[in-house]
């Protein structure tokens, strides 16, 4: 099939974001000449200390909270073990009980699980078909055994946006702390740890245009939270090791960047995600839409095809230079069909089929009517060889014969 473009169509902003070309300017000088290590006294390492800390004042900026509330991880995996972990071993003496849902990303979920192992109980909130989380699930899981309600700002494969300032209220009437994973949405969406009412917030700078490998944890000031990585007095020793000094400085200057730039990217990408769902379910059939037509994402569409495999359409995307996924990153190369679909009460053998476009700031509407144009070609490609769609069809004609 003639199906190629001159460059890479990248849609899978979900999985991963390009370097934005002014961060590797910021972060550059720190790979470079300015390499001190930001705990040591001398200038080349007064240099990097103040480099992280301009850093910390630029993500507090972009999410409304206090620098000195800011801690720097390796990442989003790390910043959900540390708030999980953190809290519930630091909150043992008044419970043991955890909240969170069906369809948090597995770096809550399987710390989760680790805990359930050490004597807690986790209860895992349901969603309705749409992806929600409903306020009035957390609210009766809720008892006074409750330390923590962790759930996800928005979720990484469907795009839906949970309430979750309601769960955060009720989380803390209750006596709980609330954990919000914002991976998906540091950067995409605004963000106020306040309005929110939150006390622990994850972030991961690859998913807004920064480097891989840095993130932070927002905590609340009188969070009590555990030590995760145990060494040194960094991060007023609570997360030991080295700074990593350009991955910060490339997190900070991400996060000032998106808070200026945000206002206008958002529109202007939500309006590319409509034009891709609305040309798909044109013209494909067998189509169906996952996740909330309204509480979602700006940058994700997601739906599932009767009668072809997510991942016999993403190779065939790829021979055609479109970056596209199933499910999510982390469960596509095993069989098992996305937790976050099964949660959503879609059957598995519906589930299999699903495919993930998400779209990002250099995304361009001839790129999406690119993928309109081939993507329909693979699917009937693909749906021509399932035996299963040539039984419906046979069964589809004899019906409209007979009628
Ligand atoms: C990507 C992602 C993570 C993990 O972040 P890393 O920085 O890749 O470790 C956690 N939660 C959600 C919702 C994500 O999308």
Known sequence: ??????????????????????????????????????SQLYAL???AKQAVEKAREQVAALIGAKPSEIFFTSGGTESDNWALSGVAHSSEQRGNQ???SQIEHEAVLKSAKSLEKHGFRVTYVPVDEHGLVDPGDVRKALTDQTVLVSIMHANNEVGTIEPIKEIAKIAKDGGAYVHVDAVQTTGSIPIDVDEIGCDLLSMSAHKFYGPKGVGALYMRRRTKIGTFMNGGGQESGRRAGTHNTPGIVGLGEASRLAQLELG????????????LTKGIIEKIDGVKYNGHPTERLPNNVNFCLHWAEGEAILLMLDACGICAS???????GSLDPS???LAMGIPAEIAHGSLRFTLGKGNTEEEVDFVLEVLPKIVQRIRDMSPTYREHKKSHAAHAAAS
């Open 326 to 332: 199933s499910g999510s990153a982390c469960t596509s």
């Open 1 to 38: 099939m003639e199906c190629m473009m001159d460059e890479l169509i990248y849609m899978d902003h979900a999985g991963t974001t390009k370097l934005d070309p002014r961060v590797l300017d910021a972060m550059m000088p720190y790979l470079t000449q300015a390499f001190g290590n930001a």
């Open 339 to 341: 937790h976050v679909l």
């Open 264 to 275: 206008a990217a958002q529109p202007r990408i939500t309006a590319l995600r409509d034009r």
């Open 45 to 47: 390492g007064a240099q």
């Open 98 to 100: 955890i909240i969170t």
